[in-house]
């Protein structure tokens, strides 16, 4: 009995000096998180784990700020933690990699999207689409595998396992590359997967925003005619002469949206504000697909009788997995698509958010992290 005694103590004695051992290996960090729903960021210090075996960490140099940013730091979607650090399209340059990294060294150009973490183990992981993973883990604002919450890119350092970790390739920029992290992937995605990616198709883009933005150049690039439907007639212009859009349709005038009546194989959706799916549905040829890739908080009312008499499709897509990421940014690296971006410094991302609420950016914003983020410790 009292050797067992002296065993557990030891056991004990052994746990407490590992976890001392790992608190020192801890790398200091430093960013800005929303501290509870007024959304409000400041400055914190924290700490990542150490680099693990197969972990590479990175000095983040450019973090784009996303819409689903502004909705997690207000905790619209009711499942934020706080202190939360947004960013989850992040970039920069590798510092450490651990014993068992074999795709990176330091040095490397690499980014960060949606994804630190899945059970590798269900089927979508053995298909290598994690983001349908059922325990996916969020790049912020989750639970890490040994309990710890992951903190996003509007900060000084990222420690990700390899798998997750993406390389930019030579000749894409760094700050105008960022959001194709998570804007970017998430209309390239749907576009090859429901097949809009045929030269000659014609696809509409609802909506001229950051998604839109990027759904308008891949589709270009793949040599698809592309519609953007807006309710802003002034986006016309930018649409047709900037973006290189074939045509442009103002969603409130009926003249227009009848003229274009069945002529659509696709429309990639990427309005989250509440709107009615039945005109876009009127857009369409039969059998084509209206895909959702903005999130309304309110579900849209499903207009059946278009589906069953135009054997048309009604479809989601989220984000989009590690291969096809990297499928993504080398096709967008090929094809010289970037975001248009305005540039910030840290200290101004609280406006940024306020200017994104109102749509007041063309068409997204990144934070220039490596320049302007300085620690006050």
Known sequence: MFSLLIHERRKQKKSIMAAISEQVRQKKAFGWAARDTSGVLSPFSFHRRATGEKDVTFKVLYCGICHSDLHMVKNDWGFSTYPLVPGNEIVGVV???????????????????????SCHSCENCADNLENYCPKFILTYGAKYYHGTTTYGGYSDIMVTDEHFVVH???????????????????????????????PGMHVGVVGLGGLGHFAVKFAKAMGVKVTVISTSPDKKIEAIDRLGADSFLVSSDQNE?????????????????????LPLMELLKSSGKLVLVGAPEKPPQLPVLPLLFGRKMIGGSSSGWIKETQEMLNFAAE????????????????????????????????????NTLKSTS
């Open 257 to 277: 949206m009848q003229a274009a009546m069945e002529t659509m194989d696709g429309i990639i959706d990427t309005v989250s504000a509440t709107h009615s799916l």
């Open 335 to 370: 094809h010289n698509i970037t975001a248009d971006i305005e540039t910030v410094s840290v200290d101004y991302v609280n406006t940024a958010m306020e200017r994104l609420l109102k749509a007041d950016v063309r068409y997204r914003f990144v934070i220039d992290i490596g």
């Open 168 to 198: 930019i390739p030579d000749g894409l920029p760094l700050d105008a590359g960022a959001p194709l992290l998570c804007a970017g992937i998430t209309v390239y995605s749907p576009l090859r997967y429901y097949g809009l990616d045929k």
């Open 95 to 117: 510092t450490e990699v651990g014993s068992k990294v074999e795709k990176f060294q330091v040095g490397d150009k690499v980014g960060v999207g949606c994804l630190v973490g």
